[in-house]
């Protein structure tokens, strides 16, 4: 649903975009939210003005200023003009970037085009296209194979506790 004027009085006032952004705590002003996000943000050799949110890990999307997503909030103070129904993307690709320049409002659709696929995996393997749909597929073999390698050791290592723990000898 848009934003819509009020009316106090005869007097038409616009509506107060800070409470139209989800988490974010009430006692911010515009100028004061503006101040708070310069004073987290550092800028970067590649133009883009990065966030330190909530998390230590750089290249996340950030949560600041009560729990609202930080490029959401700068959307908000430093271009305006915030349609809630549409999100907030990154041009620059970046997700804690807050730089007014790199940010734009797309719809999910759009913004979901957007989005590239890695050709690799955190850790560095490459991805396997699925033949099904022709993209990278979600989880790496490898990493899940890894992953599943751990949970089978981790179950063993319980059951062994178990037996222990009931006097029973172990195999």
Known sequence: MPPTTGNIGGARYP?????????????????????????????????????????SQRGEYQKLAGRAWAHIAAYVVFVGDYDPELEVDHL?????????????Q??????????????????GHDREIDIHT?????????CNGDAQKRWRER???QVAEGRASYGRATD
Do not use: M, W
């Open 15 to 55: 509506p107060d975009v800070l409470s139209q952004i989800k988490g974010l705590s009430r006692h911010f002003t515009e100028e004061t939210l503006r101040a708070y996000l310069l004073d987290r943000s550092a800028r970067v050799e590649d133009g883009c003005l990065v966030v330190r949110g909530y998390g």
């Open 92 to 104: 620059c690709g970046v997700p804690d970037c807050i730089e007014p320049t790199h940010l734009r």
């Open 106 to 123: 797309v719809s999910h659709a759009e913004n979901c085009r957007r989005r590239k696929q890695q050709p690799r995996c955190r850790n």
């Open 134 to 142: 022709g993209r990278y597929r979600k989880v790496c073999r490898r």
């Open 155 to 157: 179950q063993a290592r």
